[in-house]
DNA sequence: ATAGGGTTAG
């Protein structure tokens, strides 16, 4: 007995010690030690302490304490009659990531306490808004800021400009930023982070060229902004720029980086990225670990990107969807399905995302049954409201299926109003199972919808001409040229010895382009005697780069395929990455090329993988 | 009497 009030008054000792988080750790980590004390505390009145009890509040709001639970949090908090600032201030910094409401309520329990807040009441409170991208309540805020007279205090003022950018309001977020006298590094890469969120890459790159000093966040801000632009070569470029500079990058960064090399279909500079992280023991968290399980399945290795998650020591939701995604584009429906049902026995509630790719891939295997059991089960088995994109899949599994009067029915009929890549889904059905008569339904009420858009038309003119259907053709593209559409510009990417080349229609500028030419005579004539005809057809316009394949308007992947055969051997493997689907000509060409030259190749497409191998092609022409 | 502050990732 004597020995536990020992215990417990060195334990109080260090809660009321100045800086007594190493001590108190020591006799407390987890959260029901702390309600063993908690209780103590209550049965000795030492709760009425408030420095004791603010350091109980104090433990359970620090995220990295294991004794972490803002539900406990607020349970202590209302058992104090009168609260302190000290106290609201803690819990305004503790929920406001995780509960940025309540951020705001503890804040207007302070005013109305009469309480009069400090500096430190502000930053998170502003934070609190960024977290749920709220400017009306960040303005408040703002006014909240001024009223109490701390416009100028940095910390605020880089809130401020985090929490504008966050909201993408950049011009207010400036408008701190300008008046500020000292602005520091974290402010200017708020600014940064702001302009990437609105897509201004060009300006942010201004940004950080101009500013005084960088730190590894401002890198990271770059890298993980220009990825998420779709600049990834400017991306992977800043990480070599760091890597020269002799700074050692940490997991956010390598996040960006693996993420950027998924994008590029680089496999042998995502394979070094990898050796980075494990060479300069970076730990290998959930969120890196899916990162890398997405870049190797998105680089054509699926099983690697399956070796690497059974590694990965923490997996969740997003990490198994990772998986999920990769089969799917791949075309393993059935393993897809094997994992999600792995996922859910092992505890994990699948994300509506997950079913999105779960869908797809039953609708690329051809599981049509299976893909609408799973579309009932989500609302009834793990209540998800299913969202336009599932709606998707399943017109799609349907038309894929051929099942095209179910597919425009099930439109017709869903609960929510259908909109463009609804209808366009259909049209690729129309397209693939050559249904004219639906097609032009559907392009009656998809082209109203989508008057910028280019794909829709060259996918409806595309099926008009497979039935030869020439006034409409022509029609078709004649709508094209009056509403002023533009094309979507086609582009491949090969990696040859550490570098990503790009390649676009008809390119002339690439340094070996006579060479690439003459290669690509050379497999013309190869694959001509194995039965290659295309390319001197008819007026067959491909469905993405609405060329018709000439000399002159060459489609990118043949350009890269050239170049793959130009510069490698076999075995090594050819990975071509695209960024529209691939068209039959191609299609047929690349099966072909296979098979004479003894070559694998693996083409990533919009929608999915490509395998070929011995003249032919893992998707069986079916995509 | 005694305490507490910002930016980056799948």
Redesign the pocket.
């Known amino acids: 007995m004597n020995k536990s009030i020992n215990v417990c008054s060195k334990v109080l000792n260090t809660l009321?010690l100045?800086?007594p988080?190493l001590l108190f750790l020591e006799s407390c980590n987890n959260l029901s030690q702390l309600k063993i004390i908690h209780g103590y505390m209550i049965r000795t009145h030492i709760i009425f302490d408030?420095?004791a009890v603010?350091?109980l509040i104090?433990l359970c709001t620090d995220p990295s304490s294991g004794t972490f639970s803002l539900d406990y949090a607020h349970d202590v908090f209302s058992q104090i009659e009168t609260p302190?600032?000290?106290?609201?201030?803690?819990l305004i910094?503790g929920f406001s990531?995780e509960d940025p409401i309540k951020s705001f309520r503890f804040y207007s329990e302070l005013l109305r306490a009469d309480i009069v807040p400090?500096?430190?009441?502000?930053?998170?409170l502003v934070?609190a808004c960024?977290q749920l991208e709220a400017i009306d309540m960040g303005i408040q805020a703002h006014g909240q800021v001024i009223k109490h007279g701390?416009e100028n205090?940095?910390?605020?003022?880089?809130?401020l400009v985090?929490m504008y950018s966050?909201c993408g309001d950049v011009k207010a977020a400036n408008e701190v930023f300008q008046r500020m006298v000292c602005p520091?590094?974290?402010?200017w890469?708020?600014m940064i982070?702001g302009l990437f969120k609105i897509g201004d890459v060009v300006m942010a790159r201004e940004l950080f060229d101009k500013m005084p000093e960088r730190?590894?966040?401002?890198?990271?801000?770059m890298i993980?902004g220009c990825?998420?632009n779709n600049c990834f070569d400017e991306a992977v470029e800043l990480f070599h720029v760091l890597k020269e500079k002799g700074v050692k990058a940490?997991?956010?960064?390598m996040?960006?980086v693996i993420?950027s090399y998924?994008h590029l279909g680089a496999i042998g500079l995502g394979e070094k990225a990898h050796d980075y992280i494990v060479k300069n023991n970076l730990s290998l968290?959930?969120?890196?670990?899916?990162?890398l399980v997405?870049m190797y399945a998105r680089c054509g290795c699926i099983e690697k990107a399956i070796k690497v998650f059974n590694e990965m020591p923490e997996?969740?939701?997003?990490?198994w969807t990772?998986v999920i995604a990769g089969l799917a584009m791949h075309g393993y429906a059935e393993r897809a399905l094997w994992f999600f049902w792995e996922m859910v026995k092992s505890g994990l509630k699948p994300r509506d995302i997950t079913f999105t790719y779960l869908l797809s891939a039953c609708s690329h295997g051809g599981l049509v049954e299976k893909g609408l059991e799973l579309f009932e089960s989500m609302k009834r088995e793990y209540g998800i409201e299913p969202r336009l994109e599932h709606y998707g899949c399943i017109v799609d599994l349907l038309g894929r299926a051929g099942k095209l009067a179910e597919a425009e029915k099930f439109v017709l009929r869903m609960p929510v109003k259908p909109n463009a890549p609804i209808w366009g889904a259909l049209l690729g059905a129309c397209r693939i199972h050559k249904n004219a008569e639906i097609a032009e339904r559907v392009g009656n009420v998809l082209i109203p919808l989508l008057p910028e858009h280019s794909g829709y038309y060259v996918l409806l003119s595309n099926i008009y001409a497979r039935t030869n259907r020439w006034e409409n053709v022509e029609a078709t593209r004649q709508m094209m040229k009056e509403k002023g559409v533009k094309k979507q510009p086609g582009y491949s990417l090969i990696e040859v010895d550490g570098k990503v080349h790009k390649f676009t229609m008809g390119e002339k500028s690439h340094a070996e382009t006579e060479m690439i030419e003459r290669t690509w005579d050379e497999i013309l004539q190869r694959i001509r005697l194995a039965g290659y005809t295309g390319n001197t057809s008819d007026a067959f316009f491909d469905i993405d780069e609405e060329e018709k394949e000439s000399a002159i308007h060459r489609h990118s992947e043949k350009l890269a395929i050239a170049y793959g055969i130009m510069r490698t051997k076999a075995p090594t493997v050819i990975r071509i990455v695209k960024n529209l689907r691939v068209c039959e000509d191609c299609h047929h060409a690349t099966k072909l090329i296979s098979k004479v030259f003894g070559r694998q190749l693996i083409v990533r497409d919009r929608n999915r993988f490509h395998h070929f191998r011995e003249g032919s092609c893992s998707c069986m022409d079916y995509w």
């Open positions: 009321r100045k800086n988080k408030i420095f603010s350091r104090c302190n600032l000290f106290i609201y201030n803690a910094k990531s400090d500096n430190l009441s502000f930053p998170f934070r960024s701390f205090d940095v910390y605020v003022q880089n809130n985090h966050t520091n590094v974290v402010s890469t708020s982070a730190n590894l966040v401002t890198w990271s801000t993980s990825a998420k940490n997991e956010t960064v996040v960006s993420s998924a968290n959930v969120i890196l670990g899916t990162a997405d997996k969740d939701v997003l990490s990772a």
